[in-house]
């Protein structure tokens, strides 16, 4: 058995969906030994077995969610699906298997309904929010789901199916350190990253005391005690009358 869970906000969405006929028309029910299209409520606490449309069960499941209208997600959702190995369920066993996994996942005093819509496998669907507010907040839901599933496997004789590694979830002291590790490395590299600057800083500076040390005066400057060379004696070749080409 194959537990695949999911959230929501709006019984009335998913609960269109259950009762639908299917993208390609593959959700069927039989009722009096007719197939029928759509699905039925198999199984509840609400008294809505038989009921083939949602509104009332999806009503009864939002008057307790708008006890507690802050809580994100309240709707919680589980299909269970045997493998093709497996018999078909009654649904009356579909029923006596959804109260067990309802007891212990701990939602059995939350309105809840299961909808059956095809052969092998069946739709619960939970408002984690009680009739009195109180919140079943669901924490290791597939953990706890899988362990459910297996207890069921057993006492009903059906085949075990591949259970998916749920990793377990890290406690908050673990998560802490990972961050304030992973803080300490981004100090450790901007301090990394300041200590170059100022040794690059402090490189350029000594260049340049260097090189003042070097060339105290800009070029074309008078240095002081340094004579100043003689003029440049500028040679003029003799003038020449232009009309004669004689020497004056």
């Known amino acids: 058995m194959i537990a695949n869970i999911t959230r929501g906000r709006n019984p009335g969405d998913i609960g269109a969906y259950l009762h639908g006929v299917g993208k390609a028309n593959e959700h069927v029910y039989e009722f009096g030994g007719v197939t029928r299209p759509g699905g039925i409520v198999i199984a509840s606490n609400l008294g809505m077995e038989g009921q083939t449309e ?22 919680w959702h589980v299909s269970l699906r045997n493998t093709a190995q497996d018999r078909v369920l009654s649904d009356a066993e579909w029923a006596d298997m959804g109260q067990s996994f309802a007891e212990d996942l701990g939602f059995a005093e939350h309105p809840w309904v299961m909808v059956r819509h095809g ?17 079943w907040h669901g924490r ?5 789901a899988q362990s459910a599933c297996t207890r069921l496997e057993r006492e009903h004789g059906l085949e ?20 304030r590790a992973q803080g300490l490395a981004l100090v450790s590299h901007r301090a990394a990253q300041e200590a170059e600057r100022v040794a690059a800083q ?5 260049h340049w005391r260097i090189h003042r040390a070097s060339f105290p005066y800009p070029p074309g400057t008078r240095v002081p005690g340094q004579e100043t060379p003689p003029a440049r004696r500028v040679f003029r070749p003799p003038e020449i009358d232009r009309d004669q080409g004689i020497e004056r």
Do not use: F
Request: no cysteine.
């Open 54 to 75: 949602p509104s009332r069960w999806a009503g009864e499941l939002r008057k307790a969610l708008n006890t507690r209208a802050e809580i994100k997600n309240p709707v």
């Open 119 to 135: 052969a092998d496998h069946v739709h619960l669907v939970v408002s984690r929010i009680s009739d009195l507010g109180e919140v």
């Open 140 to 144: 290791n839901d597939r953990r706890a």
């Open 160 to 179: 075990q199916a591949p259970r998916r590694s749920v990793q377990p979830k890290q406690s908050v002291s673990v998560e802490r350190e990972q961050a």
């Open 202 to 206: 402090k490189l350029l500076e000594e």
